[in-house]
């Protein structure tokens, strides 16, 4: 049957070339690009529809400008090839001398050889319909396939643009930078092109280097009114669990129009993808129509065929939008997925093989002469004249009434800071205890509708109630297909729960132009971590460059926190997820620790009037006491700490100072010093809300940040001894701690792996962090006979011979 279709294909193209010599002189092709009948048939309708709609694009003829994209793709191809081997490039297409290469060629030239043609297609549909949209690749290794393609058409970042252009000059400097490994004086890489998109790449909005993120991503970012073509691997289709949801959250009402198209070259670096091996595109069809999308399966090779598919799948788009307009359009939506077919490293030598993801010449063209008889064949067939190229890049030139590429607004966010102003709590003996978590809910919710026109997500593995999000959850409600609670759940609902951080961390951290949260245990935070640092190392580097992000900080909210969460077993104790984070800049990825109420209401308060951070918010939802009024939380947010007049003892006079951080840390260390009070020795007591505001900054952007010198002396004095109560693991914190620590006595106390179903006076207990243990720490470092602070039994608990129940009840005896 199929045998039968494609020759009645190839015969209904044979009549089309025949009566319309436009459309032949661009199906026979040109260099390593051929059209299959089946593509021929789909562009020719293509051409037909926009034709009828009187769709003019740039204005250049339809089939002229897809002659231009023939050659703009082999072009680029060529320079894909030369960046990888080559020292230098050459228009004129001469055959490259052993001395032309590099002698340690670098590069994944054959999923870049994959991504031309995408990419090129991706340009050209823009063109042909007036419409700039965004772009995403989440094989970012691939990068030279985008370069290449912006150097050749012009559209290009300042740091490119300074560099290269279209000459043998620029065109082998840009060879030459290809993993060159330079050092520029301050340490930073010399070139600004990398192994991977960077914020250098024209239009980019993710590195790609996490692979899988992509696929979780990429529903969530486009607004509505906006277009967003997501490039995928069929490796990736393997990394995250959740990347073929996105009809689960596609709304007509509020998301913008995706096209999701994977690359599927059937391999990874070692061998066949599991989607190859399980029956690769018929497979992964019959897979996708499962999960509800509508697959879309075309020629990989053709970058033709990649202009069809976007505009084809945005055209069943828009007919899912009518329907949702019209009231007939129930969820899932068969979202369109794209299927482009190709082996890996199409077009060069050694496509197929496992080779080919690397550099597929099998041996070094610079050694060896078979090698560069291959490379110079390859390229021959590759290589464009220059005259034919220059008429092909002028077509790719003519934005009249839209932005470049480079300038589309996915990748340009920027959103006004939103303005929170909370119900602080009143510091009175009556004052209830009350959640820290509350108070993340309440900000939130302010935030939402104060700012009806910025996008919601709360992206929730679970447990909203629970974790005390509970208004948030009433607002804005689960999002769903079909409701079965209709006070908790909506089909258009802004809450996007799955049990799996990953994808729903990703809800929040793709709705760049919206306004979001993340809330999930502690212990669970982990599995976010590398979806978060991909956002902070680009954010990080998009500030040095000087383009700082736009879009409005996310705060990812850690509770049900490691000494809280006892009774759900070590599993659930954990505190890695911070520790990590403190390794990331300190200025894009923000560790704090609210102790009470009011100092979470101000920390959300900060976090809506920033841009392009990551906040870690460990956060209790334990009820705890009131600490800090309305000014001392807003300054503890100001500072990242604050020594507590309200505590201590002869602070002037102090050597002692005990620094609390997070919520139970706090409480204890409030215990210790009443004790410390009725025996007449001065002390201080600090709370930290963001440690690293008093670390020594490794770069420029962190010594901005820091307030140790602003600060540090105020709240350390000249205190030569020091008890670190820490909600973490306590060596993190002391070499983060160093400038403070320096010349001091110190001992630290902190979360050391114990743990089990306890409650949260056990796990502090166990961890040697309850109230009696501070005053242990405080004694040796003081060289204070213990029986002087501690009674005998108390001595006996913390010492594992006694009861700890005369240290665990809620206040400690009075002795």
């Not at 230098?88 to 002698?103: N, P």
């Not at 607004?223 to 073509?229: K, N, V």
């Not at 306590?730 to 001091?744: C, K």
């Amino acid at each position: 049957m199929r045998s039968i279709e494609r020759f009645s294909a190839e015969e209904d193209a044979r009549a089309l070339r025949a009566r319309d010599q436009e459309f032949a002189a661009w199906a026979q092709g040109c260099g390593a690009i051929r059209h299959v009948a089946e593509t021929q048939l789909r562009v020719y309708d293509m051409h037909q529809a926009l034709a009828a709609r009187h769709v003019a694009g740039d204005g250049v003829p339809f089939f002229r400008m897809l002659r231009a994209l023939d050659r703009v793709t082999n072009a680029a191809m060529w320079l894909v090839a030369h960046m990888t081997y080559a020292m230098h490039v050459y228009l004129d297409g001469r055959s490259l001398q052993a001395a032309d290469f590099k002698v340690n060629p670098q590069g994944h030239m054959g999923g870049s050889l994959n991504m031309v043609p995408a990419y090129a297609g991706y340009l050209a549909v823009n063109a042909l319909t007036g419409i700039t949209r965004g772009w995403l690749m989440g094989q970012g290794h691939c990068v030279s396939a985008v370069d290449a393609l912006n150097v050749l058409v012009g559209n290009m970042t300042p740091a490119h643009a300074e560099r290269y252009g279209l000459s043998d000059r620029q065109l082998s400097r840009m060879a030459q930078d290809f993993y060159s490994y330079r050092l520029a004086a301050d340490g930073s890489p010399e070139s600004p092109l990398g192994s991977h998109v960077n914020i250098h790449t024209a239009g980019a909005i993710l590195e790609g280097g996490f692979l899988g993120f992509a696929e979780l991503l990429h529903v969530h970012m486009p607004l509505s009114g906006e277009r967003l073509t997501a490039f995928l691997s069929d490796g990736a289709f393997e990394e995250q669990r959740g990347g073929d949801w996105a009809p689960r959250w596609w709304r007509a009402q509020d998301c913008g129009m995706v096209t999701p198209i994977l690359i599927s070259n059937g391999r990874r670096i070692d061998q066949r993808t599991l989607a190859s091996q399980e029956g690769g595109p018929t497979w992964l069809s019959q897979h996708l129509k499962l999960n509800g999308y509508d697959p879309v399966v075309f020629d990989g090779r053709d970058p033709a065929a990649f202009a069809w598919a976007i505009w084809m799948m945005e055209e069943r788009l828009q007919l899912c939008i009518d329907r949702a307009h019209a009231g007939t359009m129930r969820y899932p939506a068969p979202l369109p997925y794209g299927i482009a077919v190709a082996p890996k490293g199409a077009g060069f030598h050694g496509e197929g093989t496992n080779a080919a993801h690397g550099t597929p010449l099998g041996a070094n063209p610079y050694f060896s002469p078979t090698a560069r008889e291959h490379f110079n064949a390859s390229a021959r067939r590759l290589w464009v004249p220059a005259a034919e190229l220059a008429a092909a890049v002028d077509c790719f030139g003519r934005h009249r009434e839209r932005v470049r590429e480079r300038d589309n607004p996915i990748a340009h966010r920027d959103v006004a800071q939103v303005e929170i102003h909370p119900a602080w709590r009143e510091l009175t003996n009556a004052a209830p205890m009350v959640s820290a978590m509350q108070a993340i809910d309440d900000a939130f919710v302010a935030a939402v509708r104060a700012n009806p026109n910025l996008r919601p997500r709360f992206g929730n593995p679970d447990e909203s109630r629970s974790n005390h999000m509970v208004r948030t959850l009433e607002l804005l409600k689960h999002r769903v297909c079909d409701v079965e609670l209709a006070d908790q759940e909506a089909v258009d609902g802004g809450v996007i729960t799955a049990l799996n951080e990953e994808a729903v961390v990703c809800a929040a951290l793709g709705n760049k132009g919206g306004i979001n949260i993340a809330v999930t245990y502690e212990a669970f935070a982990v599995k976010m971590q590398s979806a978060l640092r991909q956002e902070i190392v680009f954010a990080a580097h998009a500030k040095a460059a000087g383009y700082p992000a736009r879009w409005l900080s996310v705060p990812v909210v850690l509770t049900s926190h490691t000494w809280e969460n006892g009774k759900n077993e070590v599993s659930h104790q954990d505190t890695s997820m911070v520790e990590a984070m403190f390794g990331e800049s300190s200025d894009i990825a923000r560790v704090v620790f609210p102790v009470d109420y009011n100092s979470a209401a101000a920390t959300m308060r900060e976090v809506y009037r920033t841009h392009g951070q990551i906040f870690a918010i460990v956060t209790s939802k334990t009820e705890m006491p009131s600490v800090f009024g309305a000014d001392d939380a807003r300054r503890l947010v100001a500072d990242g700490g604050i020594l507590m007049r309200q505590a201590g003892h002869r602070i002037d006079e102090a050597e002692l100072a005990i620094t609390a951080i997070g919520a139970c840390q706090l409480q204890e260390a409030l215990k210790a010093s009443q004790r410390l009070r009725r025996r007449d020795v001065p002390h201080r007591v600090v709370c930290l809300l963001e440690p690293a505001r008093l670390r020594s900054g490794r770069t420029a952007a962190e010594e901005t940040h820091t307030s140790l010198d602003r600060c540090g002396g105020e709240l350390y004095a000249a205190t030569r001894a020091q008890v670190l109560l820490c909600h973490t693991r306590p060596e993190p914190m002391l070499g983060l701690l160093q400038p403070i620590l320096a010349g001091s006595a110190v001992a630290a106390l902190g979360y050391r792996g114990r743990g089990g179903t306890l409650d949260m006076q056990g796990m502090l207990f166990a961890n040697g962090c309850s109230w009696a243990h501070v005053l242990r720490a405080a004694a040796g470092l003081l060289h204070i006979d213990l029986a002087d602070l501690l009674g005998e039994a108390e001595i006996d608990a913390i010492e594992g011979v006694g009861d700890p129940r005369v240290i665990t009840g809620m206040t400690p005896p009075q002795t």
